[in-house]
């Protein structure tokens, strides 16, 4: 096993950071580290936002949730679907990508491009010292989000990612067993051995909680799913991406 490989399967988020800033020098190879990664057609769909004023990270981390670490970390990087610039690229040449960049497929690439760039600067960030945190709250509120960074339409926020000195170490997350995860060549359907993966893991992640919370926390995975997702949470994102300029034909 190689120190990449290390550092990948080391991964844990980390939700307290010193009070240490990134060094430009450090973002900015965090950010080339974000474009080496694959992207589909090379389109680059993606924007990154450095969020380094204060006021605005505070206002960020109540949007998200009141959650401390997007206001006290040592860089705060927003990622974001983004065909602005083709838009722009177009009009050089007098032609229009407006068709195109409506669709759902193209939205997909948008995301999927945005994904994989983040997950590059995460794996950097660890291989730095450093530690990370994605952050899906910011899309609590995606209007707001939006102002406080001035996104122009073909611009969504999709995630947040907190990127700093740790000031804590936790264990790590344990993930769901190789089986349930990993098909050859067809998907496995046995409900018995599927759900017999997941009681397994069920073991697993309750001793996880106990041992985290001193046994004040002791649910298993999918009891935590069966619940969690019973609720359909940010429900305006259709009407959000529609306003801009995301119809998802």
Same mark, same amino acid.
């Given at each position: 096993m190689n120190e990449t490989i290390e550092t990948i399967l080391e991964h844990r988020s980390i939700r307290s950071f010193k009070d240490e800033p990134l060094t430009n020098e450090q973002v900015h190879t965090l950010v080339k580290a974000a474009q080496a990664a694959s992207t589909s057609s090379y389109i680059q769909?993606?924007?990154?936002?450095?969020? *380094?004023?204060?006021? *605005?990270? *505070?206002? +960020?981390?109540? +949007?998200?949730?009141?959650?401390?670490?997007?206001?006290k970390n040592g860089h705060f990087f927003v990622f974001c679907a983004d065909y602005n610039r083709h838009h722009a690229a177009a009009e050089m040449h007098g032609t229009s990508v407006k068709e195109t960049t409506e669709s759902t497929e193209k939205f997909m690439v948008g995301l999927i491009d945005a994904a994989l760039a983040a997950q590059n600067a995460s794996i950097a960030a660890e291989s730095m010292g450093l530690g990370i945190c994605y952050i899906g709250g910011i899309r609590n509120d995606l209007e707001e989000v939006s102002d406080v960074l001035q996104l122009p339409d073909y611009v969504v926020p999709l995630f947040g990612l907190c990127v700093g000195y740790p000031a804590q170490d936790p264990n790590i997350k344990p993930r769901l067993p190789l089986e349930n995860i990993?098909?050859?060549?067809?998907?496995?359907?046995?409900?018995?051995?599927?759900?017999? %993966? +997941?009681?397994?893991?069920?073991?697993?992640?309750?001793?996880?909680?106990?041992?985290?919370?001193? %046994?004040?926390? @002791?649910?298993?995975?999918?009891?935590?799913?069966?619940? *969690? +997702? @019973?609720k359909p949470v940010r429900t305006y994102m259709k009407k959000f991406l529609k306003k801009k300029g995301f119809p998802l034909n």
């Open positions: 769909a993606y924007s990154i936002i450095g969020v *380094k004023d204060q006021e *605005k990270k *505070k206002k +960020l981390a109540q +949007l998200a949730g009141n959650q401390s670490y997007v206001e990993y098909h050859v060549d067809e998907y496995e359907q046995n409900p018995d051995a599927f759900k017999e %993966g +997941l009681r397994k893991y069920d073991e697993t992640i309750s001793a996880y909680y106990s041992d985290r919370t001193s %046994g004040e926390r @002791t649910v298993g995975w999918s009891s935590l799913m069966a619940h *969690k +997702l @019973t």
